[in-house]
């Protein structure tokens, strides 16, 4: 079963503040943050961590509604809500979220940036807002990352 976008996304920002020191993650990480996930989670789980698609714009994967709920704050950090009451169904998702959040949240912003404008999904659609990444190329990209 996928989840809310909303809660995922909230649930990386609140985990930033911790595994960075108490910086807030800002509306461009965020972005790459919730592609990766979205493809380690289509990769290990054969089903996808939320519905919503994601669009490949200039500056890297874009989940728009989660861009657009968040675009007033800018370049500027973003505090999660911490009142949100949110735990996935499986420990293994858990799991695998934390290792996510461990292994690319430490990258700047540009620095996922750079990344994800290397790789076969961005790379495979026109670059332009409305494009979106299908699941499917995600996935089997993703799928070629997982450590055996």
């Known amino acids: 079963m996928a989840y809310d976008v909303k809660d995922i996304a909230n649930l990386l920002l609140l985990s930033a503040e911790s595994y960075s020191g108490g910086e807030l993650m800002t509306n461009m990480k965020l972005q790459k943050m919730l592609y990766y996930q979205q493809g380690f989670h289509l990769a290990?789980?054969?089903?996808?961590?939320?519905?919503?698609?994601?669009?490949?714009?200039?500056y890297?994967?874009?989940?728009?509604?989660?861009?657009?709920?968040?675009?007033?704050?800018?370049?500027?950090?973003?505090?999660?809500?911490?009142g949100k009451q949110f735990s996935f169904n499986l420990p293994t998702e858990s799991a695998l979220f934390d290792e996510?959040?461990?292994?690319?949240?430490?990258?700047?912003?540009?620095?996922?940036?750079?990344?994800?404008?290397?790789?076969?999904?961005?790379?495979?659609?026109?670059?332009?807002?409305?494009?979106?990444?299908?699941?499917?190329?995600?996935?089997?990209?993703?799928?070629?990352r997982l450590k055996k």
Request: cysteine-free; hydrophobic content about 35%; glycine content about 8%.
């Open 60 to 82: 890297g994967p874009v989940v728009k509604s989660v861009y657009n709920h968040y675009k007033r704050y800018g370049k500027s950090g973003i505090a999660g809500d911490n």
């Open 100 to 144: 996510v959040n461990r292994v690319y949240g430490r990258f700047s912003a540009i620095g996922l940036m750079e990344m994800t404008h290397k790789e076969r999904p961005w790379k495979s659609v026109p670059i332009r807002e409305g494009s979106i990444i299908p699941k499917s190329t995600i996935q089997s990209f993703f799928k070629t």
């Open 44 to 58: 290990y789980f054969d089903t996808p961590l939320f519905d919503d698609e994601i669009e490949a714009w200039m």
